[in-house]
């Protein structure tokens, strides 16, 4: 089946710093979805991005699907962007799930 | 939109009892996913369907697990008999059909003791 790869698997920062996230998968997919799982757990939406590049606020990200990965980008980072950072993708072809990778754990020290 | 609704929260539970977790998908969506959680496997999913109807069930763990979509609005994850190493955080998760963003509900916390 697919692989999903994020990395890196941690990462601690200090408040203010800049980071970015890696997501490399194994083949071509139809979707890609970034997820931030908050400290409470809650799984929340932060892009949609098959292809291309979006922007919301501090983070933004880039899926180049021809080379097969994806990179999420938080610049001047607050405490409140600790949590675990995951990719998610559907295939190109076969079922219909997303497929998710291991996660980055980030850590914001104020 | 309330976004996905799941219940209980939280649900502690004895080997072999029956548990059901509970799913209201985003009304208007036709996808419906049950994920399951934990330290060693990370988030994989159990089973999704596609207007009600089950497409991909190779992720249910055994036979004690079964899922099923009444109608568009609501959906059930049922383990029977429960055992220890089914405690996980469950998800649900809807979409408004292929290939279109998923949306998560808070989980339910599930500890079989």
């Known amino acids: 089946g697919i692989q999903v790869e994020q990395s890196p698997p941690d990462l601690i920062l200090q408040e203010g710093a800049n980071s970015t996230l890696r997501c490399n998968f194994s083949?071509?997919?139809?979707?890609l979805q970034w997820f931030h799982q908050n400290p409470w757990g809650q799984l929340i939406n932060l892009f949609y991005?098959?292809?291309g590049t979006k922007q919301n606020g501090r983070l933004s990200a880039t899926t180049v699907a021809t080379e097969r990965y994806s990179l999420l980008y938080i610049s001047s980072s607050q405490t409140t962007d600790s949590g675990v950072y995951f990719c998610?993708?559907?295939?190109?072809?076969?079922?219909?799930?997303?497929?998710f990778g291991q996660g980055t754990r980030l850590t914001i020290n104020p | 939109d309330a976004g996905v609704i799941q219940s209980p929260r939280h649900e502690v539970t004895e080997m072999g009892q029956e548990v059901t977790l509970r799913c209201k998908p985003i009304s208007g969506h036709n996808s419906l996913f049950w994920y399951r959680q934990t330290m060693m496997r990370g988030l994989e999913l159990l089973i999704y369907?596609?207007?009600?109807?089950?497409?991909?069930d190779s992720g249910m763990p055994e036979d004690r697990f079964s899922a099923k979509m009444p109608n568009a609005s609501f959906s059930t994850l049922k383990i029977q008999p429960s055992e220890p190493r089914d405690s996980a955080v469950y998800f649900c998760?809807?979409?408004?059909?292929?290939?279109?963003?998923?949306?998560f509900g808070q989980g339910t916390r599930l500890t079989v003791v």
């Open positions: 998610a993708v559907v295939l190109f072809q076969g079922a219909q799930k997303l497929v």
């Open positions: 991005i098959p292809s």
């Open positions: 998760a809807s979409s408004s059909g292929v290939n279109t963003e998923a949306f």
């Open positions: 369907f596609n207007n009600n109807v089950p497409i991909d």
């Open positions: 083949d071509s997919v139809n979707n």
